[in-house]
């Protein structure tokens, strides 16, 4: 089947695993954007049926209404903050995402971000590199074994997280959710606490909520001063959830005692980022997702748009 007797037209903003590709490829001619520029977009998006965004670029109510066959848009990942749902579901456009891909490998990463920052790798393996064996008597690291870790947010992400800490590290688990998760609570002997009272005590605190109006800038400077001293702030969901320079004054001070962080308030953070200069803080560009396992599974978002583009429901609707 030539590409002009294909059914449908999708529009990618971003290159995608060949698995999902191919899938889609089957039934559809495959356009990819030229700039994620609004305007950009504009003029590619009038004939298109679909589109899939990933981490970057947004699909605004103007986008929707340049694009008059738009019937699917599809989220590699999970996070829909820039997808504005209310004007999908106002043109009853669909909105799907791939909320189970990318689990284990933010899970991961969030627990390797701990171990790294435990045992001070970052900053041991630096020092040797420059000739610094003394070092292994100045870096002195802590287990996480029996540390108390507290989660915001206990979605499906925080739940894995909970689980590989408590089962391989007996770390008693304290969460913080609008939602009450009693069988994660049976299972982990997790327990459901204000958010106050996660500052508080935990050794370890790590953020997997979504962003949202509610929850933009709710880890700042009075969220911080809450935190025991000396404890590891985890970042793997969205930057602007917390207030960065309340977070880089925790770090200067003293007060924290380091921070993982693959989330940042602006993305790609400045080049002059105070964090940048810190040995506390151990920094990745937004790849927590990033693994070989992980980005095959979002790419099956081509599953979902394919399946709303044939008339059927998909299997993880947002809207």
Request: charged share 25%; proline share 4%; glycine share 8%.
């Amino acid at each position: 089947m030539g590409e002009a007797m294909k059914p449908y037209r999708v529009l990618l903003y971003e290159d995608m695993h060949s698995a999902g590709k191919q899938l889609l490829a089957e039934k559809a001619e495959l356009i990819f954007a030229r700039s994620l520029d609004e305007d950009a977009l504009m003029e590619q998006v009038a004939d298109v049926d679909a589109i899939i965004i990933r981490a970057n670029g947004c699909v605004s109510a103007k986008l929707m209404d340049a694009a008059p066959r738009l019937k699917v848009i599809g989220r590699h990942g999970v996070g829909v903050d820039a997808i504005d749902l209310k004007a999908a579901r106002q043109r009853g456009i669909v909105v799907c995402n791939t909320p189970r891909a990318n689990v284990e490998s933010v899970a991961e990463q969030a627990v390797g971000f701990m171990i790294a920052l435990s045992k001070h790798i970052l900053r041991a393996d630096k020092a040797i590199r420059q000739g610094r064996w003394e070092v292994r008597y100045e870096y002195i690291g802590q287990e996480l074994r029996g540390k108390t870790l507290g989660l915001i947010g206990m979605g499906r992400i925080g739940a894995r997280v909970a689980e590989i800490c408590h089962l391989a590290f007996e770390m008693p688990i304290l969460y913080y959710d609008l939602v009450s998760y009693p069988e994660t609570e049976a299972k982990l002997g997790a327990k459901k606490v204000s958010l106050e009272e996660v500052l508080r005590q935990a050794d370890y605190v790590s953020v997997h909520v979504p962003l949202t109006p509610a929850t933009k800038g709710m880890i700042g400077k009075q969220q911080f001063d809450l935190m025991k001293k000396g404890a590891i702030f985890i970042n793997t969901a969205r930057g602007p959830i917390v207030d960065e320079a309340a977070l880089i004054e925790a770090l200067r001070s003293g007060h924290l005692g380091g921070a993982g962080l693959d989330v940042y308030a602006i993305e790609p953070p400045p080049k002059d980022n105070p964090l940048f200069q810190m040995d506390n803080v151990v920094l990745s560009p937004h790849m927590a997702a990033h693994t070989e396992d992980a980005l095959r599974e979002m790419s099956m978002i081509a599953e979902d748009v394919l399946r709303v583009l044939e008339g059927k429901e998909p299997l993880f609707r947002v809207v």
